[in-house]
């Protein structure tokens, strides 16, 4: 699985963040207890962080990356909320 900040995902289920067929942008990658995880907001403005695992049982991962997404820099539940309001996402949620 290759996902980076930028990569676009499309719900094949629904979870409590997203609904099926939802885009959703990868913001973060991180680490924790030593595994892998991904965190994700939707055209929704949900948001979560997902294992390797649930991605695979959640999304399908296309090979789109957002180029206004791709050097985000997570810092906060705030900040990405204001960024979300903003339109800082809204490019990666228009189907091409």
Known sequence: MN????TIAIAKLQSG???????GVCFEVYTLAGRP???FIFESGRYDG?????????????ETISPSVARYDFTNVSRLMRDFREGIFAPAFVSG
């Open 3 to 6: 996902i980076q900040i930028g």
């Open 17 to 23: 963040v997203c609904d099926v067929g939802e885009r």
């Open 37 to 39: 995880g991904y965190s």
């Open 50 to 62: 997902f294992s390797p695992c649930d991605v695979a049982t959640f999304f399908e991962i296309t």
